[in-house]
C-alpha cells in the first residue's frame, strides 16, 4: 500500500513495472493516467489502458487502438535541451567543422548492427562523393571495433562511439540523422528540427517501428528505409542525395518541426492536475 504521504495521482508510461501503481492507484481512488508513445501500443499499454481515467497519445493514430476510453493526443515530452541548439557552438563542442555537413548515425542506447552494416558498407561510395562529410556513428559495444575499422581506411572526418551521452548536441550539430524509429528518437528528432533516414527495427514487438516511421513519414520529415530490402548502394545514393541538396534538407527539417510538440509535458501535468482537482470537488 501507499505510505502516508499518498499521490494525488498516477502516470505510467509503459512497461509491466508500472501496472501495481496503477492497481493500486485505482484501488485506493485516485486518477490514474497512461502515456503510449508509440502508434503501436505495447502489450502492458493495452492491458493497463481497461484501468486508467485518461489516456495520452504520441501520435495521434494510436488514437484507435485503445477503443472508447478519453483520449489526448499529447505528443511525446523531451528534455527542453533538444531545442533551439546553436549548431555552431555543437559542432565545436564535439570537435567537428560547421562549414561541413555533418551525419549522425544512431541505432539507440544499444547500436543497431542492421544500420551500422548498411552505414559502413556503404563508405567506400560515400567517400568518393561526399568526401568533406563529417561522421558521428554511434554504433554500441558489439560493432565498436569494426565500424571504426571501417571509417580508419576512408579519408572521412569521422568519430565512433559506443554510446555517447551528449544527444542534445549530436542532434544540434547534425545536418541529417540515420536512426532507427522508436518514439523517443522520433520525439528529439522533431524536436531538433533535424531530418531524418530512418531504419525501423525489423524485430520489433508489433512491428512498431515501422508504424512510427510511417507516421513519421507523412509530414515529409524523414524517408523510411527497410532494413531487409536496402543495399548499401541504395543507402549511399539516398544519402548522396539528400547532402547534395540543401533546399530539400531545408524542407525536411521544417517538416520534422512540424512534429514537436514543445508543450507535451505541461500540457500532460494541466491534465493531470485538472483532474485532481475536478475529483476533489465532486468527493
Request: aromatic fraction near 6%.
Amino acid at each position: 500500500h501507499f505510505a502516508n504521504d499518498q499521490p494525488d495521482a498516477v502516470l505510467a508510461m509503459g512497461g509491466f513495472t508500472a501496472a501495481a501503481s496503477i492497481r493500486v492507484g485505482c484501488q485506493v481512488n485516485i486518477p490514474t493516467f497512461l502515456h503510449e508513445s508509440n502508434v503501436v501500443p505495447g502489450r502492458a499499454n493495452r492491458f493497463l489502458s481497461r484501468w486508467v481515467d485518461e489516456i495520452f497519445v504520441g501520435f495521434d493514430a494510436a488514437r484507435k487502438r485503445f477503443g472508447q476510453k478519453k483520449i489526448i493526443e499529447s505528443g511525446t515530452p523531451v528534455r527542453s535541451e533538444f531545442r533551439n541548439q546553436n549548431r555552431d557552438e555543437c559542432c565545436g563542442r564535439l570537435g567537428f567543422d560547421a562549414a561541413k555537413p555533418l551525419i549522425l548515425v544512431t541505432g539507440g542506447s544499444q547500436g543497431a548492427r542492421g544500420v551500422n552494416q548498411m552505414v559502413t558498407g556503404a563508405l567506400p561510395r560515400l567517400t568518393n562523393h561526399l568526401p568533406d562529410t563529417q561522421w558521428l556513428h554511434l554504433c554500441g559495444p558489439h560493432d565498436l571495433a569494426e565500424v571504426k575499422r571501417a571509417y580508419g581506411i576512408t579519408c572521412l572526418r569521422s568519430a565512433v562511439h559506443s554510446f555517447f551521452h551528449d544527444m542534445p548536441s549530436a542532434l544540434g550539430a547534425a545536418d541529417l540523422v540515420i536512426s532507427r524509429s522508436g518514439a523517443s528518437s522520433l520525439a528529439e528528432l522533431a524536436a531538433a528540427n533535424v531530418p531524418a533516414i530512418l531504419v525501423p527495427l525489423p524485430t520489433a514487438a508489433d512491428d512498431h517501428q515501422r508504424a512510427n516511421a510511417r507516421a513519421a513519414a507523412i509530414s515529409g520529415g524523414v524517408i523510411v528505409l527497410e532494413e531487409t530490402e536496402t543495399t548499401s548502394d541504395a543507402f549511399a545514393e539516398q544519402v548522396v542525395g539528400l547532402i547534395s541538396d540543401t533546399g530539400k534538407l531545408m524542407e525536411m527539417a521544417n517538416a520534422m518541426k512540424m512534429l514537436d510538440r514543445p508543450d507535451a509535458a505541461k500540457l500532460i501535468a494541466a491534465r493531470i492536475l485538472e483532474t485532481c482537482e475536478k475529483r476533489a470537488i465532486d468527493s
